[in-house]
Protein backbone atom coordinates (compact mmCIF):
# COMPACT_ATOMS: atom_id res chain seq x y z
CA UNK A 1 0.00 0.00 0.00
CA UNK A 2 1.50 3.69 -1.19
CA UNK A 3 1.85 6.40 1.75
CA UNK A 4 -1.46 8.10 2.77
CA UNK A 5 -1.24 11.78 1.57
CA UNK A 6 -2.43 13.18 4.67
CA UNK A 7 -2.73 12.42 8.54
CA UNK A 8 -3.96 13.60 11.66
CA UNK A 9 -2.20 14.50 14.55
CA UNK A 10 -3.23 14.15 18.48
CA UNK A 11 -1.46 16.02 20.45
CA UNK A 12 -0.95 14.90 23.66
CA UNK A 13 1.14 16.81 25.78
CA UNK A 14 -0.88 18.61 27.75
CA UNK A 15 -2.14 16.05 29.02
CA UNK A 16 0.22 12.83 28.66
CA UNK A 17 2.91 14.88 28.87
CA UNK A 18 1.63 16.97 32.27
CA UNK A 19 0.56 14.07 34.02
CA UNK A 20 4.03 12.89 34.48
CA UNK A 21 5.80 15.95 35.75
CA UNK A 22 6.72 15.55 38.98
CA UNK A 23 6.48 19.84 38.75
CA UNK A 24 3.19 20.86 39.08
CA UNK A 25 2.06 23.14 36.57
CA UNK A 26 0.14 26.30 37.33
CA UNK A 27 -3.14 26.50 35.22
CA UNK A 28 -1.94 29.81 33.56
CA UNK A 29 1.10 28.32 32.20
CA UNK A 30 -0.86 25.56 30.54
CA UNK A 31 -3.09 28.04 29.44
CA UNK A 32 -0.70 29.55 27.41
CA UNK A 33 1.18 26.14 26.36
CA UNK A 34 -2.27 25.27 24.92
CA UNK A 35 -2.76 28.53 23.35
CA UNK A 36 1.20 28.27 21.95
CA UNK A 37 -0.25 24.36 20.43
CA UNK A 38 -3.63 26.24 19.11
CA UNK A 39 -1.23 28.39 16.83
CA UNK A 40 0.75 25.64 15.01
CA UNK A 41 -2.29 23.88 13.25
CA UNK A 42 -2.58 20.89 14.87
CA UNK A 43 -6.27 19.90 14.59
CA UNK A 44 -6.66 17.93 17.82
CA UNK A 45 -4.83 18.80 21.50
CA UNK A 46 -5.52 16.48 24.36
CA UNK A 47 -5.80 18.98 26.93
CA UNK A 48 -6.16 17.34 30.39
CA UNK A 49 -8.03 13.98 32.05
CA UNK A 50 -11.23 14.37 34.41
CA UNK A 51 -9.82 11.73 36.71
CA UNK A 52 -9.20 11.76 40.08
CA UNK A 53 -6.82 14.37 41.72
CA UNK A 54 -5.86 11.76 44.43
CA UNK A 55 -4.11 9.39 40.83
CA UNK A 56 -3.20 12.57 39.35
CA UNK A 57 -2.87 15.74 41.13
CA UNK A 58 -0.90 16.93 37.92
CA UNK A 59 -4.33 17.46 36.72
CA UNK A 60 -6.37 18.49 39.45
CA UNK A 61 -7.51 21.35 37.77
CA UNK A 62 -9.26 19.74 35.09
CA UNK A 63 -12.32 22.05 35.54
CA UNK A 64 -11.24 25.37 35.25
CA UNK A 65 -8.63 24.53 33.05
CA UNK A 66 -10.78 23.74 30.03
CA UNK A 67 -13.47 26.52 31.18
CA UNK A 68 -10.47 29.26 30.34
CA UNK A 69 -9.32 28.18 27.08
CA UNK A 70 -9.71 30.09 24.65
CA UNK A 71 -10.43 27.73 21.87
CA UNK A 72 -10.01 27.90 18.06
CA UNK A 73 -13.07 26.73 16.39
CA UNK A 74 -10.73 24.75 14.29
CA UNK A 75 -9.71 22.58 16.47
CA UNK A 76 -10.94 19.84 19.03
CA UNK A 77 -9.92 20.31 22.49
CA UNK A 78 -10.79 16.81 23.91
CA UNK A 79 -10.04 15.33 27.33
CA UNK A 80 -9.82 11.85 29.15
CA UNK A 81 -12.62 10.58 31.28
CA UNK A 82 -12.60 7.43 33.61
CA UNK A 83 -15.96 6.83 34.56
CA UNK A 84 -19.73 8.77 34.97
CA UNK A 85 -18.29 11.09 37.20
CA UNK A 86 -15.42 12.76 34.52
CA UNK A 87 -17.97 12.44 31.51
CA UNK A 88 -20.46 14.75 33.79
CA UNK A 89 -18.00 17.33 34.78
CA UNK A 90 -16.48 17.20 31.15
CA UNK A 91 -19.60 17.72 29.46
CA UNK A 92 -21.11 20.55 31.83
CA UNK A 93 -17.46 22.35 30.48
CA UNK A 94 -18.33 21.82 27.46
CA UNK A 95 -16.16 19.04 26.02
CA UNK A 96 -16.58 17.83 22.82
CA UNK A 97 -14.80 15.01 22.43
CA UNK A 98 -13.50 12.68 25.39
CA UNK A 99 -11.20 9.85 25.58
CA UNK A 100 -12.05 6.58 27.57
CA UNK A 101 -9.24 4.41 28.44
CA UNK A 102 -8.57 0.67 29.10
CA UNK A 103 -5.48 -1.67 28.77
CA UNK A 104 -5.39 -4.95 27.27
CA UNK A 105 -3.68 -5.97 30.63
CA UNK A 106 -5.41 -6.74 34.11
CA UNK A 107 -2.12 -5.76 36.44
CA UNK A 108 -2.10 -2.12 34.12
CA UNK A 109 -6.16 -1.71 34.15
CA UNK A 110 -6.05 -2.74 37.74
CA UNK A 111 -3.07 -0.14 38.89
CA UNK A 112 -4.49 2.19 36.62
CA UNK A 113 -7.93 2.46 37.00
CA UNK A 114 -8.41 -0.12 40.13
CA UNK A 115 -10.96 -2.34 38.13
CA UNK A 116 -10.77 -5.14 35.49
CA UNK A 117 -10.75 -5.08 31.93
CA UNK A 118 -14.43 -6.41 32.06
CA UNK A 119 -15.55 -3.94 34.79
CA UNK A 120 -14.19 -0.73 32.53
CA UNK A 121 -16.02 -1.77 29.39
CA UNK A 122 -19.04 -2.63 31.54
CA UNK A 123 -18.48 1.08 33.36
CA UNK A 124 -17.36 2.63 29.38
CA UNK A 125 -20.41 1.42 28.18
CA UNK A 126 -23.06 3.95 29.64
CA UNK A 127 -20.47 6.73 29.62
CA UNK A 128 -19.96 6.27 26.03
CA UNK A 129 -24.12 5.77 25.48
CA UNK A 130 -24.36 9.08 27.12
CA UNK A 131 -21.49 11.04 25.42
CA UNK A 132 -23.83 9.58 22.38
CA UNK A 133 -26.62 11.32 23.04
CA UNK A 134 -25.02 14.54 23.54
CA UNK A 135 -23.05 14.03 20.33
CA UNK A 136 -19.77 13.83 22.29
CA UNK A 137 -16.84 12.06 20.21
CA UNK A 138 -15.22 8.87 21.90
CA UNK A 139 -12.06 7.65 21.62
CA UNK A 140 -11.30 4.39 23.78
CA UNK A 141 -7.32 4.06 24.24
CA UNK A 142 -6.32 0.46 24.87
CA UNK A 143 -3.05 0.76 26.71
CA UNK A 144 -0.48 -2.10 26.96
CA UNK A 145 -1.46 -3.00 23.46
CA UNK A 146 1.94 -4.26 22.59
CA UNK A 147 3.56 -4.73 26.20
CA UNK A 148 3.24 -4.38 29.80
CA UNK A 149 4.84 -3.29 32.39
CA UNK A 150 3.85 -5.85 35.36
CA UNK A 151 3.07 -8.84 32.45
CA UNK A 152 5.26 -8.44 29.68
CA UNK A 153 3.98 -10.03 26.11
CA UNK A 154 0.60 -8.93 25.49
CA UNK A 155 -0.61 -11.20 22.57
CA UNK A 156 -2.51 -9.11 19.78
CA UNK A 157 -5.69 -11.40 19.87
CA UNK A 158 -6.28 -9.97 23.29
CA UNK A 159 -6.13 -6.41 21.75
CA UNK A 160 -8.59 -7.37 19.07
CA UNK A 161 -10.89 -8.47 21.18
CA UNK A 162 -10.99 -5.29 23.26
CA UNK A 163 -10.97 -3.26 20.32
CA UNK A 164 -13.89 -5.00 19.18
CA UNK A 165 -15.58 -4.44 22.17
CA UNK A 166 -15.17 -0.59 22.38
CA UNK A 167 -16.13 -0.22 18.91
CA UNK A 168 -19.51 -2.23 19.16
CA UNK A 169 -20.25 -0.28 22.39
CA UNK A 170 -19.98 2.78 20.13
CA UNK A 171 -16.27 4.59 20.24
CA UNK A 172 -15.43 6.63 16.97
CA UNK A 173 -12.10 5.97 17.34
CA UNK A 174 -9.89 3.32 18.49
CA UNK A 175 -6.31 3.99 19.82
CA UNK A 176 -3.55 1.80 20.37
CA UNK A 177 -1.37 2.39 23.12
CA UNK A 178 2.61 1.06 23.27
CA UNK A 179 2.49 2.38 26.58
CA UNK A 180 6.25 1.57 27.64
CA UNK A 181 7.88 2.52 24.20
CA UNK A 182 8.82 -1.23 23.79
CA UNK A 183 7.29 -2.23 20.30
CA UNK A 184 9.61 -2.96 16.87
CA UNK A 185 8.37 -1.74 13.99
CA UNK A 186 7.36 -5.49 12.69
CA UNK A 187 5.32 -6.15 15.78
CA UNK A 188 3.54 -3.04 15.17
CA UNK A 189 2.76 -3.91 12.21
CA UNK A 190 1.56 -7.43 13.25
CA UNK A 191 -0.62 -5.71 15.65
CA UNK A 192 -2.24 -3.38 12.90
CA UNK A 193 -3.16 -6.31 10.38
CA UNK A 194 -4.95 -7.66 13.53
CA UNK A 195 -6.86 -5.07 14.43
CA UNK A 196 -7.61 -3.76 11.21
CA UNK A 197 -9.20 -7.36 10.12
CA UNK A 198 -12.17 -6.02 12.98
CA UNK A 199 -11.81 -2.29 13.30
CA UNK A 200 -12.37 0.60 9.66
CA UNK A 201 -8.31 1.45 9.75
CA UNK A 202 -9.62 5.75 9.11
CA UNK A 203 -10.75 4.78 12.69
CA UNK A 204 -7.71 2.85 14.47
CA UNK A 205 -4.98 5.70 15.61
CA UNK A 206 -1.78 4.76 17.17
CA UNK A 207 0.20 6.06 20.28
CA UNK A 208 3.52 5.13 20.67
CA UNK A 209 5.72 6.03 23.84
CA UNK A 210 9.34 5.91 22.45
CA UNK A 211 11.32 4.29 25.67
CA UNK A 212 13.62 2.26 23.16
CA UNK A 213 13.31 5.08 20.67
CA UNK A 214 11.60 2.98 18.11
CA UNK A 215 8.87 4.87 17.80
CA UNK A 216 9.31 7.26 14.57
CA UNK A 217 10.28 3.51 12.59
CA UNK A 218 7.02 2.32 14.01
CA UNK A 219 4.99 5.49 12.70
CA UNK A 220 6.49 4.86 9.41
CA UNK A 221 6.09 0.85 9.28
CA UNK A 222 2.28 1.75 9.94
CA UNK A 223 1.67 4.44 7.64
CA UNK A 224 2.74 1.69 5.33
CA UNK A 225 -0.26 -0.29 6.29
CA UNK A 226 -2.91 2.65 5.44
CA UNK A 227 -2.86 4.22 9.15
CA UNK A 228 -3.73 7.88 8.85
CA UNK A 229 -3.96 9.58 12.76
CA UNK A 230 -0.70 9.11 15.36
CA UNK A 231 -0.67 10.70 18.31
CA UNK A 232 2.58 12.45 19.53
CA UNK A 233 3.59 14.92 22.07
CA UNK A 234 5.28 18.37 21.60
CA UNK A 235 9.13 17.83 22.76
CA UNK A 236 8.83 14.59 24.11
CA UNK A 237 6.80 15.13 27.01
CA UNK A 238 4.47 12.50 28.58
CA UNK A 239 4.49 8.61 30.43
CA UNK A 240 1.72 7.43 32.32
CA UNK A 241 2.45 7.40 36.44
CA UNK A 242 1.13 3.30 36.79
CA UNK A 243 3.74 2.37 33.91
CA UNK A 244 7.17 2.22 35.81
CA UNK A 245 10.03 2.82 33.36
CA UNK A 246 8.29 4.38 30.38
CA UNK A 247 9.54 7.44 29.11
CA UNK A 248 7.80 10.28 26.86
CA UNK A 249 5.86 10.04 23.67
CA UNK A 250 7.38 10.76 20.66
CA UNK A 251 8.29 14.04 19.70
CA UNK A 252 5.77 16.15 17.65
CA UNK A 253 8.57 18.19 16.12
CA UNK A 254 10.48 14.79 14.94
CA UNK A 255 7.29 13.25 13.31
CA UNK A 256 6.08 16.43 11.60
CA UNK A 257 9.43 16.83 9.97
CA UNK A 258 9.94 13.09 9.03
CA UNK A 259 6.20 13.75 7.50
CA UNK A 260 7.08 16.75 5.63
CA UNK A 261 10.00 14.94 4.39
CA UNK A 262 7.96 12.05 3.21
CA UNK A 263 5.22 14.71 1.36
CA UNK A 264 2.55 13.69 3.64
CA UNK A 265 0.54 17.07 4.39
CA UNK A 266 -0.58 17.36 8.70
CA UNK A 267 -1.38 20.74 7.89
CA UNK A 268 1.24 22.04 11.27
CA UNK A 269 3.93 24.71 10.92
CA UNK A 270 7.22 22.72 12.33
CA UNK A 271 9.10 26.37 13.76
CA UNK A 272 5.94 26.99 15.63
CA UNK A 273 5.50 23.59 17.10
CA UNK A 274 8.97 23.66 18.13
CA UNK A 275 8.07 27.32 19.78
CA UNK A 276 5.65 25.84 21.66
CA UNK A 277 8.18 22.59 22.96
CA UNK A 278 10.39 25.40 24.03
CA UNK A 279 8.06 27.50 25.91
CA UNK A 280 6.85 24.47 28.10
CA UNK A 281 10.26 23.58 28.74
CA UNK A 282 11.69 26.67 29.69
CA UNK A 283 9.00 26.72 32.21
CA UNK A 284 9.89 22.68 33.02
CA UNK A 285 13.27 23.60 33.05
CA UNK A 286 14.29 20.64 30.84
CA UNK A 287 16.16 19.71 27.74
CA UNK A 288 14.29 18.95 24.82
CA UNK A 289 12.98 15.47 23.91
CA UNK A 290 12.64 16.87 20.46
CA UNK A 291 16.16 15.80 17.98
CA UNK A 292 14.87 17.99 15.32
CA UNK A 293 14.70 20.98 18.07
CA UNK A 294 18.03 20.16 19.35
CA UNK A 295 19.12 19.97 15.46
CA UNK A 296 17.61 23.44 14.70
CA UNK A 297 18.03 25.77 17.34
P1 LIG B 1 -10.91 4.59 42.59
O1 LIG B 1 -9.53 4.63 43.13
O2 LIG B 1 -11.47 3.26 42.22
O3 LIG B 1 -11.82 5.19 43.67
O4 LIG B 1 -10.95 5.56 41.35
P2 LIG B 1 -13.28 5.85 43.67
O5 LIG B 1 -14.01 5.66 42.40
O6 LIG B 1 -13.91 5.34 44.89
O7 LIG B 1 -12.90 7.39 43.87
C1 LIG B 1 -11.87 7.78 44.74
C2 LIG B 1 -11.88 9.29 44.85
O8 LIG B 1 -11.70 9.85 43.56
C3 LIG B 1 -13.21 9.84 45.36
O9 LIG B 1 -12.90 11.04 46.07
C4 LIG B 1 -13.96 10.20 44.11
O10 LIG B 1 -14.90 11.22 44.28
C5 LIG B 1 -12.82 10.67 43.22
P3 LIG B 1 -12.90 11.06 47.68
O11 LIG B 1 -14.30 10.73 48.07
O12 LIG B 1 -11.92 10.02 48.11
O13 LIG B 1 -12.47 12.47 47.98
N1 LIG B 1 -13.13 10.49 41.80
C6 LIG B 1 -13.02 11.47 40.90
N2 LIG B 1 -12.62 12.75 41.00
C7 LIG B 1 -12.64 13.49 39.86
N3 LIG B 1 -13.01 12.98 38.67
C8 LIG B 1 -13.40 11.71 38.55
C9 LIG B 1 -13.42 10.90 39.70
N4 LIG B 1 -13.76 9.62 39.90
C10 LIG B 1 -13.58 9.38 41.20
N5 LIG B 1 -13.74 11.24 37.35
C11 LIG B 1 -10.61 6.14 39.06
C12 LIG B 1 -11.15 5.12 40.02
C13 LIG B 1 -10.75 5.56 37.67
C14 LIG B 1 -11.40 7.41 39.19
C15 LIG B 1 -9.11 6.43 39.39
O14 LIG B 1 -8.40 5.24 39.47
C16 LIG B 1 -8.47 7.36 38.38
O15 LIG B 1 -8.77 8.53 38.34
N6 LIG B 1 -7.54 6.83 37.52
C17 LIG B 1 -6.97 7.63 36.45
C18 LIG B 1 -5.55 7.21 36.22
C19 LIG B 1 -4.96 8.00 35.08
O16 LIG B 1 -5.41 9.09 34.74
N7 LIG B 1 -3.88 7.46 34.45
C20 LIG B 1 -3.19 8.10 33.39
C21 LIG B 1 -3.96 8.14 32.12
S1 LIG B 1 -3.88 6.63 31.19
C22 LIG B 1 -2.43 6.79 30.25
O17 LIG B 1 -1.64 7.66 30.49
C23 LIG B 1 -2.23 5.86 29.09
C24 LIG B 1 -2.51 6.55 27.74
O18 LIG B 1 -1.65 7.65 27.54
C25 LIG B 1 -2.32 5.56 26.59
C26 LIG B 1 -0.99 4.81 26.62
O19 LIG B 1 0.06 5.44 26.81
O20 LIG B 1 -1.06 3.59 26.42
C27 LIG B 1 -3.96 7.05 27.66
MG1 LIG C 1 0.40 7.54 26.90
Avoid at 41 to 49: A, F, H, M, N, P
Avoid at 51 to 62: N, R
Avoid at 268 to 289: E, M, P, W
Amino acid sequence: MSLPEKIKLVEVGPRDGLQNESRSVPTAIKLEFIKCLSQTGLQVIETTSFVSKKKIPQLADHKELFQALDKNNNITYSALVPNMQGFITAKQVGVTEIAIFTAASESFTGHNINCSIAQSLQNYGSVISAAKAAHIRVRGYISCSLGCPYEGHIAPQKVVDIAEKLWALGCDEICLGDTIGIATANEAQLLVDAVKKKIPREHIALHFHDTYGQALANIYATLQQGITIFDCSVSGLGGCPYAPGATGNVASEDVVYMLNGLGIETGIDLDKLIVAGQYIDKFLQRNTGSKVTRALR
